[in-house]
């Protein structure tokens, strides 16, 4: 898994809208770049709820919002628009990005993982726990409380 003072990997990989991402085009902003296992699930749909509700406040504070699953880009479509989610969500469905960042379960599914990027992308921070609320509380704990 990629570890705290590494810098994140550059990728690219489709949308929901299946338009090319590549991480990269985001440099020089902080990044909140989470993977979760499984779109419109239950612990999945708290987590993007959760940053949604709270997205504003991040890109008051110059920080985007990345969200990536194993899933089709046709899944994350249908999730983005159930739930409005403003930021982009990344169709992995190879699990090509999964893989780099070591965060790939033998189930063949992502484990949850937020991963916190400064500017230069380098790693400052990083979440692995199942249960969605750690990663929104540690982001709003980074990003928004910080002086």
Known sequence: MVAVGEVAPDFEAPLADGKSFRLGTLKGKPVILYFYPKADTPGCTIEAQGFRDRY??????????????VDTTADQHRFQEKYGLPFPLVADAGATVAKRYGVLLPQGVANRVTF????????????????????????????????
């Open 116 to 147: 916190f990027l400064d500017p230069e992308h380098r790693v400052v921070d990083r979440v692995e726990d199942r249960s969605p609320k750690p990663h929104l509380d540690r982001a709003v704990e980074r990003f928004l409380r910080a002086g």
């Open 56 to 69: 504003a406040e991040f890109r008051a504070k110059g920080v985007e919002i990345v969200g990536v699953s």
